[in-house]
């Protein structure tokens, strides 16, 4: 039976109506697993969740361009590939080493002029059911990804704008297999069919998805792919493509949004401070570089592995291949404790002030000496945020659990000493289901982002504090995406590029890569093979049928409430070892790392 809510305030709804906890959904639903055999490679290497847009990049990489212009022809054919994740009507961060700095490329999507905070509220003040939110106009922001990458290729490009399109555009044109993962998702989609381009794409005429193996066309999407090719990010502002976007926006039949061209002519990409601080790993001291806010990905996966390094049970090591019970109990209560700082403080920079003036104070050694000595034998009853150093009174609410979802991630070095981390979506699986067609007489089209739904929706707690990730016109919501590099502290040189796919949870898989990797030393195949566990605040998840029933029994004795749902990860990850870089990509997808 439905519990009924009375619409009163915000907060009590969201709060004194919770149910028991429950597992979170997954952003993609999961497609089985398929092993990897690892890869190594002596000079570059591209790793990315489908093979089509792996051997793209590394076709770019062999024709002597640099990790960017790699990273661009990726994305291209992911927009093409794998259309539920990413693409150009989304969002990205890049994080980019090229021999002598760290620079983070903000593409983050954007709310539009005309909205407010009360965005995903009915007339009674009462949030939107999520799913419907998400497939409206209403969720749809300023898409990034394409103004960022041309950013980034002006800086550290090396071949042409145009020769970077062409991987995707033959593809397009002459059709790709539809891949088991594709036609699963599909299958199970029940809010994209409704939109006609889209049912009309990735439909037959009986309303079941192509068979896998299908070779699916998208010309419409090679006469877009050609277009900003020839005059880059501003056929995405100016011309048919751009009033395609904004009239898919707003004529969504029940709810449309409030996107303009003014919208799209004003985004501007970001150049920000990467977030970059040492850490001691596997017996050696690193040098962490995460994405700053508006991600909430690189301040998290920082605080959990600084939190656990300052913990008994960080040189635990693992037991039958699996993180021991322990080990599991200290990384949860580390992760709570992130996590209740990521929803107390955490938003995009432009609107809310860190703590103290600098991110940076959520992870200094002091900061995460008196957070870890909160962590105990037992499960802590609350995870309260902190109060870093010059943090004066608290004028925003934490924000309440709420889903997150989608994306896909690319890991790039070049031959010329360049190295990134790319995490980028279009949010949740196929976004917000509304696919943009310049000619309804073409096929095929891209799909737009739903990250409007990545803020509170919310606006301020039964108090009427604030929510700092509410929604305001011009601002970038909140992400967990988690794009990293690592570098020797000695040194200075790369040692990693990592990151995930997987809603909040990319964090904690992009948490397991960097420590089944630099903590236990094994292959970066071997650590995205390790069972995925993680926790938001509440249950502690371990991913289903991969954790012995005695672990479960024994964190239950710490505390914890333990839920085994799917965890549907998509890593990739590059290490550098012994004069070579060694490639991972996730068994739970279709990625692989290419390279020379």
């Not at 003040?125 to 922001?141: D, K, R, Y």
């Not at 962490?288 to 390094?309: E, N, T, Y």
């Not at 080990?327 to 929803?343: N, P, V």
């Not at 809310?352 to 008196?370: E, F, H, I, K, S």
Request: hydrophobic share 45%; glycine share 10%; net charge neutral.
């Amino acid at each position: 039976m439905k519990r009924w809510c009375p619409p009163l305030l915000l907060a009590l709804l969201l709060a004194a109506c919770a149910q028991p906890p429950a597992a979170p959904p997954q952003p993609e639903a999961a497609s089985g697993l398929s092993a990897k055999p690892g890869w190594s490679f002596e000079r570059a290497a591209v790793a990315a969740a489908n093979p089509l847009a792996a051997d793209a990049g590394a076709q770019i990489l062999r024709a002597g361009g640099s990790a960017v212009d790699a990273a661009i022809a990726v994305q291209m054919v992911l927009t093409l590939v794998e259309p539920q994740s990413s693409g150009i009507g989304g969002g990205a961060f890049l994080l980019h080493w090229d021999g002598r700095r760290v620079q983070a490329f903000d593409g983050r999507e954007t709310a539009p002029a005309a909205v407010n905070e009360r965005l995903f509220l009915d007339a009674q003040g009462t949030p939107l059911p999520f799913e419907q939110a998400v497939a409206s106009g209403l969720s749809v922001g300023t898409p990034g990804v394409v103004p960022m990458l041309a950013l980034a290729h002006r800086q550290h490009g090396r071949l042409p704008w145009a020769r970077l399109f062409e991987p995707a555009i033959t593809l397009a044109d002459h059709g790709f297999a539809v891949s088991p993962r594709l036609h699963t998702l599909l299958a199970a989609e029940k809010a994209l069919p409704a939109d006609p381009v889209a049912r009309a794409y990735f439909y037959r005429a009986d309303g079941s998805p192509h068979p896998v193996g299908h070779v699916l066309r998208n010309p419409e999407l090679a006469v877009v792919l050609r277009e900003i090719a020839a005059i880059g990010p501003l056929a995405m502002v100016e011309g048919p493509i751009a009033r395609a976007i904004v009239d898919k926006v707003r004529t969504h039949p029940t709810r449309p949004g409030a996107l303009t061209q003014d919208d799209l002519r004003n985004y501007q990409p970001r150049e920000r401070e990467a977030l970059c601080h040492p850490l001691r790993a596997g017996g050696r001291w690193v040098r962490l570089c995460g994405f700053p806010p508006p991600s909430s990905g690189g301040i998290a996966v920082g605080q959990i592995l600084g939190l656990l390094s300052r913990t008994p049970q960080a040189l635990a090591a693992l037991r039958d291949g699996r993180p021991g019970a322990d080990w599991l109990h200290a990384y949860t209560e580390a992760s709570r404790l992130a996590f209740a700082d990521r929803a107390q403080y955490l938003a995009d920079p432009d609107f809310v002030p860190a703590p103290g003036g600098d991110w940076r104070n959520l992870l200094t050694p002091d900061y995460l000496n008196a957070r870890a000595a909160l962590i105990g034998p037992q499960r802590l009853p609350q995870a309260t945020p902190g109060r870093p150093v010059g943090t004066g009174p608290v004028a925003f609410a934490p924000m309440p659990a709420q889903p997150e979802a989608g994306t896909s991630h690319i890991s790039i070095v070049d031959g010329h000493g360049n190295a990134l981390a790319m995490t980028t979506t279009i949010e949740s699986a196929f976004g917000a289901r509304l696919m943009v067609s310049t000619d309804p007489s073409r096929p095929g089209g891209f799909l737009l982002n739903n990250e409007l739904t990545d803020f509170s929706f919310a606006p301020a707690d039964a108090q009427g504090r604030p929510i700092a990730n509410r929604v305001q016109p011009g601002k970038r919501p909140r992400s967990s995406m988690a794009p990293t590099l690592v570098f020797d502290a000695q040194t200075g040189k790369p040692l990693m590029s990592a990151g995930s796919p997987g809603g909040a949870l990319i964090i904690h898989y992009t948490a397991k890569a960097l420590l089944g990797t630099l903590h236990w030393g094994l292959h970066p195949q071997a650590a995205l093979d390790l069972p995925n566990f993680g926790t938001l605040g509440g249950p502690l998840l371990l991913e289903k049928d991969r954790f012995p029933a005695a672990t479960v029994q024994a964190l239950e004795a710490l505390g914890h409430t333990v839920q085994q749902p799917e965890m549907t990860s998509g890593a990739q990850a590059l290490v550098r070892r012994d004069g070579r870089w060694l490639g991972g990509a996730d068994p739970r997808r279709e990625g692989i790392v290419a390279g020379e």
